[in-house]
């Protein structure tokens, strides 16, 4: 039996530990009785800088619910019920026969998440991933982060574990529910850490993300899955509204249950499914510039002059400045770097990352509009795709050809003024002194300049004293919807095709990806019977 507390309170000073002497004290035990609990929620309280407390929300286990709460709505600060957790279930399988393991084109999250699903109810999935292993694929990364050639198959975008691997980690995610648990559940069993099953801001980190997505991927291989690198899906046999198979760079492959996973930046995949007839649509996204700032002044700021950070670790920030289009921060990294979000040769576009120590001199954050529909370049389906690839060309010329990163003052941009001497940066690469109003439609340049002043104001003069802008940004989401019926998941018309993930229009982020991954497991398992086992 169990109730849930919340509001229990702790000093940033005392240990996690307290928890268990802080709840018998509350359920009228002595300090020494064990008490069986687990921590559902963990949030910075940091309204008072003088009393900042992490609040808890936690599940005891009682002998006798009535008198546990009794004894907890005593303590008027308290919210206290009966707590019952809704069970994560996978649904039977279904009867339609299945001949050939179902494929999974692309292994982010949304791939990888679906394929475990698939995996654990003995359908034996077939991944396959255009890149490479995670472990040949930061090798990649980091000989272009030294200057060496860029490689389109095995990027910061492409390769096991997606876009997401070298982004930063974070797992935020605003809804809840079995689905949700089950998913950061199994990111901790393969080797994430436990806290991000209740911080309110979970975040792996980049350099812990590889040896998840890599646990992940055995597991897949032990429950009979299978996954094959370098092998790009380049077309689709569609035939009589259904899915007869893949075409890849290793071959022809038949299959009658296609999931695409394929990420936001697949663009040639984009490309083929408008040949073939798959239903897409134009979607709003999200396109500006990233800010760079001391990670010190961020620090300070929110700290103020207490060395907070050695207990709290880097402070980080949101901000929203409205307007006719609103601006905002999105995936702040602090303690970071900026790195190059490439997937196209000669484009050049930015993203940001931090480790799980938060430890780089930097803070960084993209400052981002969502591009409406009618401010696209023309109306076709991929009129957002060309939108973007227009910036990133201007970017990469301005870069040389060399994937240096266009960079200027945040206070010369707003005097319209170009930036002069040397700018420090983390972006690997090197920089290049450069207007970067010329890397954003109209539209973005005029939210940058009317919410730039109002950021500028909620820090009290110190948003921007000290900031750089680089960019551009624009790889936050897909311009691109692969339409899909609400109830079975399938394109409409195409049975056997499977949308899902960020690139397919449905996800904004890594747990959000994985969730709708495992939502089309179910789906997908609801229909079809099992596979015969080898």
């Known amino acids: 039996m169990s109730v849930r507390i919340s509001n229990l309170r702790l000093p940033i000073e005392e240990p996690e530990t307290a928890l268990q002497f802080r709840l018998a004290r509350l359920l009228g035990q002595s300090r020494n009785t064990p008490v069986r609990y687990r921590i559902l929620r963990k949030a910075l309280d940091a309204r008072d800088a003088e009393a900042l407390a992490f609040v808890y929300t936690v599940e005891a286990i009682v002998a006798d619910e009535g008198a546990a709460l009794a004894s907890l709505r005593k303590h008027r600060q308290l919210r206290v019920d009966y707590y019952r957790e809704e069970p994560f279930v ?61 490689n389109p198959e095995s990027n910061y975008l492409f390769g096991e574990g997606g876009a997401g691997t070298f982004s930063d980690g974070k797992l935020t995610y605003r809804g809840t529910g079995p689905d949700v648990r089950r998913v950061l559940e199994l990111f901790a069993e393969c080797k994430g850490k436990p806290s991000i099953l209740y911080d309110a801001r979970p975040h792996l980190g980049s350099n812990r993300l590889p040896a998840v997505v890599k646990a992940l991927r ?11 690198f370098s092998c790009r899906v380049e077309d689709l046999d569609l035939r009589d509204g259904s899915v007869h198979g893949v075409m890849t760079s290793s071959g022809y492959l038949p299959c009658s249950v296609v999931v695409l996973a394929i990420g936001h930046s697949a663009r040639d995949t984009y490309e083929m499914l408008l040949r073939r007839g798959v239903p897409m649509e134009r979607k709003p996204f999200q396109m500006g510039l990233r800010i760079e700032q ?30 006719k289009h609103d601006l905002f921060t999105f995936c702040m990294c602090a303690g970071g770097y900026i790195m190059p979000s490439v997937s196209d040769p000669g484009h050049f576009c930015t993203n940001g990352m931090s480790l799980s120590k938060h430890d780089s001199p930097y803070a960084n954050s993209g400052l981002v509009v969502t591009v409406p529909l009618e401010a ?70 005029e939210a940058l300049r009317h919410g730039l002043p109002i950021m500028e104001d909620r820090w009290q003069g110190r948003f921007l004293r000290e900031a750089t802008l680089v960019g551009p940004e624009g790889r936050g989401s897909a311009p691109v919807r692969i339409v899909r019926q609400e109830v079975s998941r399938q394109s409409p018309g195409i049975s056997g095709l499977y949308p899902v993930g960020e ?32």
Do not use: W
């Open 376 to 445: 696209f370049e023309g109306d076709d389906v991929l009129a957002g795709v060309r939108l973007q690839q227009r910036y990133e060309r201007r970017a990469f010329e301005i870069g040389k050809g060399e994937y240096i990163c266009p960079i200027q003052r945040a206070l010369d941009f707003l005097a319209d003024r170009p930036s002069e001497g040397a700018i420090l940066s983390s972006y690997p690469r090197g920089t290049i002194l450069a207007r970067v109003a010329e890397l954003v439609p109209p539209l973005v340049l």
């Open 90 to 150: 996978m649904p039977s399988a279904g009867t339609t026969p299945l001949n050939e393991r179902p494929v999974i084109v692309g292994s982010g999250p949304g791939g990888l998440a679906t394929a475990y699903f698939l995996a654990e109810q003995g359908y034996r999935p077939l991944v396959l991933e255009r890149g490479k292993r995670v472990n040949e694929r930061i090798h990649d990364v980091q000989a272009f982060d030294k200057g060496g050639p860029h």
């Open 503 to 534: 690139g397919a229009g449905y996800a904004g982020g890594i747990v959000s990806a994985a969730v709708d991954g495992l939502r089309t497991a179910k789906a997908i398992v609801a229909r079809y019977a099992r596979l015969d086992q080898p």
């Open 294 to 323: 001391p990670q010190e002044l961020v620090n300070r700021v929110h700290y103020g002059e207490a060395r907070l950070e050695e207990v709290l670790g880097a402070a980080s920030y949101s901000l929203v400045a409205n307007g």
């Open 218 to 228: 055995r597991r897949i291989e032990q429950l009979g899955g299978e996954v094959r």
